[in-house]
């Protein structure tokens, strides 16, 4: 069974009473991308791994891929790991005019439908068609009406970019959540849980509007995003309440065909998770979980090289903050506070907004001094215990203990997906 046969596999299993999912990582770090890939071939697992529309798009983004780079990234990271291909699906979120809102809706779309092409021409498999938020003549809030019709549209390019390169078409979620993808930007006290009325609003528009474009296999739309009342902010985390989302579960289990597909389910506990599974969230999406993971053992690896060697002590969060000063284009908007408060955002909040900029230049070459002063030096086992004590264990590498810290974040999941 290929991943994309086991992704279409997974509604009519829950339906069957049998709750297995899948685990969306969505990060185009290198060792992000190791670790899931480890853990997905520990586990027996297939691994899926996403990329956003602001990461990854046809003029680049944040990242600077294409759609083809990045399937070729997460291919050669995977080769060097003998993880099988087959086993892998390669997945797009919030496709649409969102890195393009500020434009008129008929050129956002124009560019979120070459990109929406452009993925599934690369073989991305799992395509988020989210065409929820208003370009710049649009009404705010968008009709959802005009939501569907417009996800219709990428659909159809999707199929056209599949047909292309004589692909499968792919399977689609639908859908949006709130607050915005990333994380809430204020302290979270309480969500609106999504309704099952709206729920079966946009998958019979939906579903609808694939029809007028003559998509009549609707059965290739998986996935539903709805709020669950799981989010978190940049200290606090709102965790899942079963209770509060059970008229979701029951729309589920009576309409059938679909599954939830759960976001910004970073730092639940695994009990949680687990509940999520079980409730029809068979998609658990996270991110900014697995970069917060990998930046809290590079800190930790940072203060354990000062100790081992004449390196200076909190070399990497120094050479971060001057970045991210210099930089502030991917995080001014978010934190707000004092000089204080917005120095502890810009390094341990949990929207983990840090995550942008460790790809440019500045942090790679901050990062290879810190791994170039560790090696492969064999780490002692109490300093370990003092600056990294959730991975005594670990092989006591720097470069095994970080996978080993993004592969901690990402066990629960796994643990709530068989």
Excluded at 85 to 105: F, T
Excluded at 172 to 183: K, L, N, Q
Excluded at 290 to 305: K, S, V
Aim: charged share 15%; net charge negative.
């Amino acid at each position: 069974m290929s991943a994309l046969d086991f992704l279409l596999s997974l509604p009519g299993l829950h339906d069957q009473g049998t709750a297995k999912g899948i685990t969306s990582v969505c990060s185009a770090h290198p060792i992000v991308i190791e670790a899931a890939l480890i853990e997905a071939a520990a586990t027996n697992q297939f691994a899926l791994i996403e990329a956003t529309c602001n990461q990854v798009n046809q003029d680049g983004g944040y990242t600077g891929m294409t759609p083809a780079a990045f399937r070729a990234f997460v291919l050669r990271i995977a080769a060097s790991l003998n993880f099988p291909e087959d086993r892998i699906l390669i997945g797009g979120d919030h496709l649409g005019p969102n890195p393009w809102r500020k434009l008129p809706a008929t050129d956002a779309m124009a560019k979120a439908l070459t990109m929406t092409h452009a993925y599934a021409a690369a073989g991305f498999a799992k395509l988020h068609l989210d065409a929820s938020m208003s370009c710049a003549d649009d009404p705010t809030p968008l009709p959802a009406a005009t939501v569907a019709k417009r996800a219709a549209l990428l659909a159809q390019a999707a199929e056209q970019g599949a047909q292309s390169q004589n692909l499968p078409p792919p399977a689609y979620i639908v859908g949006t959540e709130v607050p915005v993808p990333g994380g809430a930007t204020h302290a979270l006290t309480m969500l609106e849980i999504s309704n099952p009325q709206d729920a079966a609003e946009t998958l019979a528009l939906h579903q609808a509007s694939f029809a007028a474009l003559g998509l009549t296999d609707f059965a290739r739309v998986v996935g539903l995003v709805v709020q669950p009342g799981v989010e978190f902010g940049h200290t606090d985390v709102i965790a899942y309440a079963p209770a509060l989302a059970g008229p979701l579960k029951t729309f589920r289990a009576a309409r059938k065909g679909f599954l939830y597909e759960a976001h910004s389910t970073d730092y639940q506990t695994a009990v949680a998770l687990t509940a999520l599974v079980q409730d029809g969230f068979g998609i658990l999406k996270v991110g900014p979980g697995l970069t917060f993971a990998l930046r809290e053992a590079l800190y930790g690896l940072d203060l354990i090289a000062a100790e081992l060697t004449d390196y200076p002590a909190q070399s990497l969060p120094r050479a971060m903050e001057a970045l991210m000063l210099a930089q502030p284009g991917d995080w001014q908007a978010y934190y707000h506070g004092t000089g204080q408060e917005l120095h502890m955002m810009r390094h341990f909040s949990y929207s983990d907004r840090i995550r942008y900029y460790w790809n440019r230049p500045e942090a790679v070459a901050a990062t290879d001094r810190l791994f170039a002063t560790l090696g492969t030096t064999t780490i002692p086992a109490p300093l370990i215990s003092q600056y990294l004590p959730r991975l005594q264990g670990a092989e006591p590498t720097a470069h095994a203990l970080i996978v080993a810290a993004v592969r901690a974040a990402l066990a629960p999941y796994s643990k709530a997906c068989l």
